[in-house]
């Protein structure tokens, strides 16, 4: 095969390697549970609007655990934490106040038993936390469209562009051999 025919034929390989490359891919939502993790105070929500009502769990205060929690940095002040329907977790709801202001706070708890404290982050936000929107369409730039989300259409797209390249290899093969057209 001749120099012209290999640079093509590399040439459509990567044609077709770029189609299936950019064809659309779909995740799963990432987003953040609920559960509590040894050691950590975990919230729920993670996120809150003031006036919001929050949930303070935690598992790490050994079993029939109970804490006295403090909100105090987002200036909702102590509330009890008692043990939850796993006896090895303790539960406490507390309100934010109107008055707070967007930001990261952190929650503290110390356990009833023993010198231990454990804490978690509250973010307070102006707006709830609404589940992130994915843009559709293209952009309107007069350069061309996207390939958009049909998986049929990309694949149809992408073997007409290998089919196109395999053409032109041969052609030019052919036409390097002395062969004609």
Not at 37 to 60: F, R, Y
Not at 134 to 149: A, C, F, H, I, N
Not at 156 to 162: H, N, P, S
Request: a positive charge; charged letters at 15%.
């Amino acid at each position: 095969m001749g120099r012209t025919a290999r640079l093509l034929a590399g040439t459509g390989l990567a044609v077709v390697a770029a189609g299936f490359a950019s064809a659309p891919a779909y995740g799963g939502d990432t987003g953040t549970g609920a559960g509590s993790g040894a050691g950590t105070l975990v919230m729920s929500p993670a996120t809150v609007v003031p006036g919001g009502d929050v949930t303070a769990t935690t598992t790490g205060c050994g079993k029939k655990a109970a804490a006295s929690g403090n909100a105090g940095a987002v200036g909702a002040g102590t509330f009890p934490m008692a043990p939850g329907d796993d006896t090895s977790q303790a539960v406490g709801r507390f309100r934010v106040p109107e008055s707070a202001q967007p930001g990261t706070y952190e929650i503290v708890a110390r356990c009833a038993e023993g010198d231990r404290q454990v804490t978690g982050d509250l973010v307070v936000a102006l707006s709830a936390a609404r589940e992130e929107v994915q843009p559709r369409g293209s952009l309107k730039t007069g350069v061309g469209g996207g390939l958009g989300r049909d998986p049929v259409q990309t694949t149809a797209g992408v073997a007409a562009l290998a089919v196109a390249a395999a053409g032109g290899t041969w052609l030019l093969h052919r036409r390097a051999r002395g062969d004609g057209i």
